[in-house]
T-cell receptor, first 113, second 114 residues
Framework: AQSVTQLDSHVSVSEGTPVLLRCNYS??????LFWYVQHPNKGLQLLLK??????LVKGINGFEAEFKKSETSFHLTKPSAHMSDAAEYFC???????????FGAGTILRVKS | ETGVTQTPRHLVMGMTNKKSLKCEQH?????MYWYKQSAKKPLELMFV???????ENNSVPSRFSPECPNSSHLFLHLHTLQPEDSALYLC?????????????FGPGTRLLVL
């Protein structure tokens, strides 16, 4: 079965500094991986997805993630944090049969001014 | 926001009430999903519909009853709920129920069961 582990439940950075949100996955096949963001009182918005093409995936709002099969990781990064990035971020893996998404527990990103 | 809308946005109900959650997507998709987001727990998939047919029921209690009359609408009928059912219920849609396809989420209905 597929699973994802988000290694930090909370991350705090200063505005203008880099962001790193860590995610490790477990899958018996080549997975599809996603990062979603959820702002307070809002639904989930897709940031980016990996589907076996380029290992470095660029998403919206300056975020990117790198698929590393040898490390079974899919960490999310951004060079410079903005106050509007404060939200909860979910790493997600897709089941190979159909489109059943398995979500990580989430990482809450706090951005300090 | 996205092309997926949910009503109501907030709902408070007693354990003996019957209520329904509604989801509508304006994206021309054929697959729709219900998820439950509880505090301090990962999102849980509840139901999947593909071309109006239920393709997944993730061991959800029968007090939750989904209905998909067409590819654009999805309902979740609630009856005799328990306080532990209080959560954010999220609806999503995708072109089809296939691997790699992006799911688009609505804003959710925050449910409180008293």
């Amino acid at each position: 079965a597929q699973s994802v582990t988000q290694l930090d439940s909370h991350v705090s950075v200063s505005e203008g500094t880099p962001v790193l949100l860590r995610c490790n996955y477990s899958s018996s096949y080549s997975p599809s991986l996603f990062w979603y963001v959820q702002h307070p009182n809002k639904g989930l918005q897709l940031l980016l997805k990996y589907t076996s093409a380029a290992t470095l995936v660029k998403g919206i709002n300056g975020f990117e993630a790198e698929f590393k099969k040898s490390e079974t990781s899919f960490h999310l990064t951004k060079p410079s944090a903005h106050m509007s990035d404060a939200a909860e971020y979910f790493c997600v893996v897709s089941d190979m049969n159909g489109n059943k998404l398995v979500f990580g527990a989430g990482t809450i990103l706090r951005v300090k001014s | 926001e996205t092309g997926v809308t949910q009503t109501p946005r907030h709902l408070v109900m007693g354990m003996t009430n019957k209520k329904s959650l509604k989801c509508e997507q304006h994206l021309g998709h054929n697959a729709m999903y219900w998820y439950k987001q509880s505090a301090k727990k990962p999102l849980e998939l509840m139901f999947v519909y593909n071309f109006k047919e239920q393709t997944e029921n993730n061991s959800v209690p029968s007090r939750f009853s989904p209905e998909c009359p067409n590819s654009s609408h999805l309902f979740l009928h609630l009856h005799t709920l328990q306080p532990e059912d209080s959560a954010l219920y999220l609806c999503a849609s995708s072109p089809q129920d296939r691997n790699q396809e992006t799911q688009y989420f609505g804003p959710g209905t925050r449910l409180l069961v008293l």
